[in-house]
């Protein structure tokens, strides 16, 4: 790993100050930056971690929407009564990621700036609709992800929270890759306040995470097993690894759906 | 460099670190506190956790910089005050939860935290409590007992407290 200075600062202004100096970082948990930084496929001046910022840290409900700071801990939301009251989903998806020691470090904000085309978040992100909001401004979901690794975010710019509408019900059904424990296919449907059905995909596309609107068309239509049955998924646009090839996770898309219409029935 | 202090294990520590030392190379190589060990480098293996303010880490993946002010609880400080092997560590002895013992550190500091969360855990809970320790010898079952024993002792002397 290059070495580079490290800095700590506890309030959000000093964090984005720091982060307009030339090459600097910002770290979350580090539970992927950390191995990048190891196989030096990042080499930042200067790494600016957020973890001592309290402001970035917690989880609290504002009429129907659920807010999670940026710099909340897997472990924190997993282990959250508020969210399992409000969006059972995100509690099994949280308490899916990685093991024990990764959800105790890893961070929201972390995953889904990093927006890996495996990771959980992204797609209870996309699925519900949810609003990132940062230090400068409030971006859509669908505006924020942008394909591979790649975010609307801009230089220097720090997830202080995701703000996410509460559903009338939710699941987070993961295909787990079992080495690196990233999903090969998983799938986040909530069942939204005005009647219809989201759908997100996460592992699956070659784009990163997406939602499926066959799907959501046919379950706002029907809800049951077998109206999934019935929608085409195409195996274009699939990533395609020595772990699935594009049909696979076609079909996993459909597998894991009907999974989450059955646990959700 | 930057000079950094926590307490390690009740004692208070410092040393200088550059910005790029993990957290297990300053217990290992500044505090001399080698039973934290490196098994993958890569945030697999489980072998490196300890306890950063109270909760289970992988010290490969934490900059110790990042530690700062902290506590930070090693297998080091598992034995009793006397010496003797803590309620954890005896466990896995008396179910011979280890084998070459490489991976047994990193697992002891994993059960410790997942017993102070959950401490009548199934064995379901245990397994997926310890999905982020790798052992090469035992295959687990001992490791398991061990664990079982260990949330049966424990759970002993607290209602034997009350």
Do not use: W
Request: charge should be negative.
């Amino acid at each position: 790993m290059y070495n580079f200075e490290f800095t700590r600062p506890t309030d959000l202004s000093v964090a984005v100050d720091a982060l307009k100096t030339e090459g600097a970082q910002a770290l979350g948990g580090g539970q992927t930056l950390i191995p990048v930084l190891k196989q030096r496929l990042a080499a930042p001046t200067t790494l600016v971690d957020l973890s001592g910022i309290e402001s970035l840290k917690g989880i609290r409900r504002m009429g129907d929407m659920l807010v999670i700071g940026g710099g909340t801990t897997h472990g924190a939301v997993a282990g959250s009564g508020d969210v399992a009251s409000a969006i059972a989903g995100l509690t099994e998806l949280a308490s899916k990621i990685g093991d024990p020691q990764v959800r105790n470090r890893g961070t929201i904000g972390g995953s889904i700036a990093n927006n890996d085309p495996a990771a959980c978040y992204p797609s209870a992100v996309l699925a519900l609709g949810a609003t990132i909001e940062t230090n400068a401004r409030e971006i859509a979901a669908a505006d924020f992800f942008q394909g591979l690794y790649t975010t609307s975010l801009e230089d220097g710019e720090v997830i202080t929270a995701v703000k996410f509408p509460i559903p009338v019900a939710s699941t987070y059904q993961k295909f787990e890759q079992p080495a690196s424990r990233f999903s090969l296919t998983s799938v986040f449907l909530a069942k939204m306040q005005d009647g219809s059905v989201r759908v997100g995909v996460t592992g699956a596309g070659a784009d990163g995470v997406f939602r499926h609107e066959g799907l959501e068309q046919a379950l706002s239509a029907d809800f049951s097993a077998s109206a999934v049955d019935g929608v085409s998924v195409s195996a274009q646009g699939m990533s395609n690894d020595l772990h699935g090839t594009p049909e696979y996770r076609a079909n996993l898309v459909k597998v894991m759906t009907k999974r989450a219409v059955s646990a959700l029935s | 460099m930057a000079t950094i202090s926590m307490t390690v294990n009740g004692k208070q520590k410092s040393g200088d670190v550059q910005g790029n030392t993990l957290l297990v190379d300053f217990l290992r190589k500044d505090l001399s506190l080698t039973g934290t060990h490196v098994g993958c480098d890569t945030s697999q293996c489980g072998a490196c956790v300890v306890h950063v303010n109270g909760e289970s880490v992988k010290s490969c993946t934490v900059f110790a910089s990042a530690c700062d002010g902290g506590t930070v609880t090693t297998i080091e400080g598992m034995a009793n005050d006397d010496g003797t092997l803590g309620v954890i560590q005896q466990a896995f002895q008396d179910e011979h939860g280890l084998q070459c013992g490489f991976c047994t550190p990193g697992l002891v500091m994993s059960i410790a935290d997942m017993l102070k969360n959950n401490p009548h855990p199934t064995e379901a809970e245990i397994r997926e409590g310890l999905k982020g320790n790798i052992c090469r010898c035992t295959g687990y079952h001992n490791i398991v007992k061990a664990a079982q024993a260990a949330a049966a002792t424990l759970s002993g002397a607290a209602q034997a407290a009350e």
